[in-house]
C-alpha cells in the first residue's frame, strides 16, 4: 500500500508564492512517477505538473513559467513550486503517484493525458487560495 501526503498549502495574494510538499511513503520497491493535480470549487480535476523517473516535466499551459516540478532527496519526494499566484489558481491541489515500470511507462501529463485516469494513488489534498 503506498501513502500519499501533501503539505504546503495556504493563502497568499495575488503574485505571492507558495511551495507544495508530497510524500509517496510505501514498503516496496516499486517505482512511480508523480505529478499534481488541482481541483477548484464547481470545477472538474485538471493536471498541473508532472516528473516522470527520468527527469521529464511537463506541464499545463496555465502554469508554464510559473510553476517548477521538482523531486527531493528521498524516494518519492515531489515539490511544487509555485509563483506569481494568480486568483485562478484557487484550489484543493492533489498529489498523485502512477506505477511505472518496463513495460509500462507513465502515461500521466503525456500527450495531454491529464485525466488523472492513469494515476494509481492520490493524496488527500491541501487548500491554496490566492485573493486579488
Known amino acids: 500500500q503506498v501513502q500519499v501526503m501533501e503539505s504546503g498549502g495556504g493563502s497568499v495574494q495575488a503574485g505571492g508564492s507558495l511551495r507544495l510538499s508530497c510524500v509517496a511513503s510505501?514498503?516496496?520497491?516499486?517505482?512511480?512517477?508523480m505529478g499534481w493535480f488541482r481541483q477548484a470549487p464547481g470545477k472538474e480535476r485538471e493536471g498541473v505538473a508532472m516528473?516522470?523517473?527520468?527527469?521529464?516535466?511537463n506541464y499545463v499551459d496555465s502554469v508554464k513559467g510559473r510553476f517548477t516540478v521538482s523531486k527531493g532527496n528521498a524516494k518519492n519526494t515531489l515539490y511544487l513550486q509555485m509563483n506569481d499566484l494568480k486568483p485562478e489558481d484557487t484550489a484543493i491541489y492533489y498529489c498523485?503517484?502512477?506505477?511505472?515500470?518496463?513495460?509500462?511507462?507513465?502515461?500521466?501529463?503525456?500527450?495531454?493525458?491529464?485525466?488523472?485516469?492513469?494515476?494509481?494513488?492520490w493524496g488527500q489534498g491541501t487548500q491554496v487560495t490566492v485573493s486579488s
Open positions: 498523485a503517484a502512477e506505477l511505472v515500470g518496463s513495460d509500462y511507462p507513465c502515461l500521466m501529463g503525456y500527450g495531454d493525458r491529464w485525466s488523472g485516469e492513469t494515476v494509481n494513488y
Open positions: 510505501t514498503y516496496n520497491t516499486n517505482t512511480y512517477c
Open positions: 516528473l516522470d523517473t527520468d527527469g521529464t516535466t
